[in-house]
């Protein structure tokens, strides 16, 4: 078992910046791909970032690229997701995830574990 705990979300301008976290305990942090995930109401939750186990490859969906960084301390059994250049849009409850094996991907059914999710709202 892997608990998973975000933190970091709450209320920004656009143009602003956040970093959210996600603090895991149970088994081995570092054997595990890591995901974030958001869902904004009334839209199916969809990927954001994910990192492979040892930090070296991350990927990034088309909306956030360029904007958004995951990251990871295996030290500290913690990813971190840095957004800047917040829009509107980027509006949802973000969520922190993790699946074994090796390979990114996009989808959730891919992912065993998940956490209870942190509010990022942007204002206009």
């Known amino acids: 078992q892997v608990q998973l705990v975000e933190s970091g979300g709450g209320l920004v301008q656009a143009g602003g910046s956040l970093r959210l976290s996600c603090a895991a305990s149970?088994?081995?942090?570092?054997?595990?791909?890591m995901g974030w995930f958001r869902q904004a109401p009334g839209k199916e939750r969809e990927f954001v970032a994910g990192?492979?186990?040892?930090?070296?490859?991350?990927y990034c969906a088309d909306s956030v690229k360029g904007r958004f960084t995951i990251s990871r301390d295996n030290a500290k059994n913690t990813v971190y997701l840095q957004m800047n250049s917040l829009k509107p849009e980027d509006t949802a409850v973000y969520y922190c995830?993790?699946?074994?094996?090796?390979?990114?991907?996009?989808?959730?059914?891919?992912?065993?574990?998940w956490g209870q999710g942190t509010q990022v709202t942007v204002s206009s």
């Open positions: 149970g088994r081995t942090f570092s054997s595990y791909v």
């Open positions: 995830a993790a699946k074994p094996g090796v390979i990114v991907t996009e989808l959730l059914s891919s992912y065993d574990y």
């Open positions: 990192i492979m186990r040892s930090g070296g490859s991350t």
